[in-house]
Each structure stands twice: as C-alpha cells, then as structure tokens.
C-alpha cells in the first residue's frame, strides 16, 4: 500500500495566482510530514515540517501547509506563485512505522505561467 | 555554514565496475542518510547512519553499501555496476536521531553506468 499520495502529476498555474499541491497519506500513528522542492539538477530543500505541533505549519518562500487528520491530508498552498516557483515538489511522510526513514510521494511538477 | 557536500558531481562508469560516492555533511551533523532518485522508481531510502553506525537499511541488494566515518563523513560504495543503477544519488545530514529536526540534502552524485 501506498505510505503517500500525490494526487497530482502536474500543476500548472498562472503567475501570482494560488497555488494547491495535493498530499494524502496513511498512518496509524500521528506521522511526521514534509514538504520538499527540488528545482532542476539540484537536491532538495525543506520547505515545512509538521512534527505534531501546530496544525497550520509555514514555511519558507510563502508556502505553508496544513495537516488534516480527519482527511489524512497535509496539502501544500501558497497565496500567489512566483516563477521562481517552478519546480518539483515532493510530500514525505515518516514515523516509526516507517522504520524513521523519510518515504517519498511520486512529486508534482509545477509550472508557472508568466 | 556550509551545507552538505557531495562528491563527484557527475559521474559515468562501465557495467561491472565499482564505484564510492562521498559525503561531508553540515559541521555538528551526526546522521547521514542516503537516496536513490530514479524517473522510473521515484525517490528511494538506501541507508542511513548515526554515529558511525547504521540504523537502517532499505532494500538495495547488497551491492549497495555505505560506512560513516569517525567525523561523520559518508561514502557509498556500489559494486558490479549495472545500467539500472544510473541515478542521482542524494545524502542528506540532519542533526541527531529524531524526525524532528528535519534532514538537509546535498545536490547529489549523478552516476551514468554505459
């Protein structure tokens, strides 16, 4: 079974509209959650971090998420995109169930149009 | 503060050779984990150390092994190459044990096996 979902392959948005990027995942326990970008041939960096503190967690860059447990969802917002915004973002999920290692969701790419 | 280093940037080998990837990561980092990021499979959990020791293990075949150095150094060594094995291969470093202090990534080794 799948540990993380993305529900979406590929975003594309306008410049200074919002943007919605699309994480579900499966726990038994409260997990701990990520968000991560990867823009071309470089590695990645951590956008957010939700570690079963506040439910809304912010970011850099703008973005923030906000951890449903009900919905099982940690999706991904931001108010208005940037170009520089184009990229692969990836939601990562890990816990003990996990063996505390950080499990990748497949990513979305977003693409920004000017 | 320097972030985590990797080296070589780039590299191409031919099926059957063996080949070491290094990592240096931030200064006072103990836990270094290492990844696999393929089009086809996504990003994948190799291995992660702490303290000289590791803690986890994902399922690579054995070709694939990694040591941690008394400064916390990396490297990963894999051996009789084989085209499947072309990837980047990302290290990241993160402060101690818990989740919570989140893992920073270097840019990656690209290996290209011809």
């Known amino acids: 079974a799948q540990s993380v979902t993305q529900l979406d392959s590929h975003v594309s948005v306008s410049e200074g509209t919002p943007v919605l990027l699309r994480c579900n995942y499966s726990?038994?326990?409260?997990?701990?959650l990520f968000w991560y970008v990867q823009h071309p041939n470089k590695g990645l960096q951590l956008l957010l971090k939700y570690t079963s503190a506040a439910t809304l967690v912010k970011g850099i860059n703008g973005f923030e998420a906000e951890f449903k447990k009900s919905e099982t969802s940690f999706h991904l917002t931001k108010p208005s995109a940037h170009m520089s915004d184009a990229a692969e973002y990836f939601c990562v999920v890990s816990g003990p169930e996990y063996g505390n290692k950080l499990v990748f969701g497949a990513g979305t790419i977003l693409r920004v149009k000017s | 503060k320097a972030g985590v280093t990797q080296t070589p940037r780039y590299l191409i080998k031919t099926r059957g050779q063996q080949v070491t990837l290094s990592c240096s990561p931030i200064?006072?980092?103990?836990?270094v984990s290492w990844y696999q990021q393929t089009p086809g499979q996504g990003l994948q959990f190799l291995f992660e150390y702490f303290s000289e020791t590791q803690r986890n293990k994902g399922n690579f075949p054995g070709r694939f092994s990694g040591r941690q150095f008394s400064n916390s150094r990396s490297e990963m060594n894999v051996s009789t190459l084989e085209l499947g094995d072309s990837a980047l291969y990302l290290c990241?470093?993160?402060?101690?044990?818990?989740?919570?202090?989140?893992?920073?990534f270097g840019s990656g080794t690209r290996l290209t096996v011809v």
């Open positions: 990241a470093s993160s402060l101690g044990a818990e989740l919570n202090y989140g893992y920073t």
């Open positions: 726990s038994s326990y409260s997990p701990s």
């Open positions: 200064s006072g980092h103990r836990s």
